[in-house]
């Protein structure tokens, strides 16, 4: 929901099985929005997401087909299956909402979210995602197993699957961007913005990080906070909303001597947060 409202995308990391597929289809019919849905795979071309100008030899006019990146929700399952180069087609959709085909650019329809799957890195057949990918991503999150009574649920034909189809929307897309808009309009005071600053100065200045968080990440920290306190019912963030979304926003980022380590920055970025002086006021 945070990722969602902070006008972010959001990838969803854990072990096959767990509903990370699930979860994605789930938020996605909670908007009564356009929905699409793409399977990654080695084979998957970038024109496979963007679309394709088609020739009509009747009417002799070359006429573009959207692809799968054109509606407002859009869930790209096991995007570390695809190669880099197809991955490389979602940079331009992710920070600019649009997509460019044979010199021309056109604009992705509004809101626009982004809902990625991947399974760990060190499974066969995936492919790591660059650092521009996943620097784009404003929360990464993982599930975990379940509780045993959810499990049970989903024994049971309660939960899972069958529950998917019980959901009803709650909002559209004129809603949900209203909600976004609302979100940008939290109250931040100048105190707090620079708790973020410090927040994200420090991964940068950490000895075992070769890079930190970039001013993007920045700018999806304060978001992802705002949505945070938007979320609880306040028209203010607080450092305990950016202590709250600290780590799903930022540990994602961060890039080790051994490449990215999504659970030593959770880690890292917790302790920064712990040390940190918390503004008063």
Same mark, same amino acid.
């Given at each position: ?233 306040? =028209? &203010? %963030?607080?450092?305990? @909303?950016?202590? +709250?979304?600290? *780590?799903? /926003? #930022?540990?994602?980022?961060? =890039? &080790? %001597?051994?490449?990215? @380590?999504?659970? +030593?920055?959770? *880690?890292? /970025? #917790?302790?920064?947060?712990? =040390? ?6």
């Amino acid at each position: 929901m945070v990722a969602l409202l902070s006008g972010g995308h959001l990838l969803v990391e854990d072990v096959p099985g767990v509903g990370k597929t699930l979860l994605a289809k789930a938020l996605a019919r909670s908007v009564g929005a356009s929905f699409r849905r793409v399977q990654a795979t080695p084979d998957l071309l970038p024109a496979d997401l963007t679309g394709v100008p088609v020739f009509h030899p009747e009417t002799a006019v070359w006429e573009f087909r959207p692809g799968p990146l054109f509606a407002n929700v859009v869930l790209v399952d096991e995007v570390n299956r695809a190669t880099p180069r197809t991955q490389s087609a979602l940079l331009e959709a992710m920070e600019e909402r649009q997509v460019t085909v044979d010199g021309e650019t056109r604009s992705l329809p509004a809101p626009f979210f982004l809902i990625a799957t991947q399974n760990p890195f060190e499974h066969a057949g995936t492919f790591p995602l660059p650092d521009g990918q996943r620097d784009r991503f404003a929360v990464v999150v993982r599930l975990g197993h379940p509780a045993r009574a959810a499990e049970r649920e989903l024994l049971l034909g309660t939960g899972g699957v069958d529950a998917l189809d019980e959901l009803e929307p709650v909002t559209d897309a004129a809603g949900l961007s209203t909600a976004i808009a609302a979100v940008r309009d939290v109250h931040c005071e100048p105190a707090v913005a620079d708790y973020v600053v410090d927040v994200a100065a420090a991964t940068r200045d950490h000895p075992e990080v070769s890079f930190g968080a970039s001013p993007r990440a920045s700018l999806a920290l304060l978001h992802a906070a705002k949505a945070h306190a938007a979320v609880a019912g306040r =028209a &203010f %963030v607080t450092p305990d @909303d950016v202590q +709250a979304v600290a *780590a799903p /926003v #930022l540990a994602h980022r961060l =890039a &080790f %001597v051994g490449g990215p @380590d999504i659970e +030593a920055g959770t *880690a890292l /970025v #917790l302790s920064l947060v712990d =040390a940190l002086p918390v503004p008063r006021g």
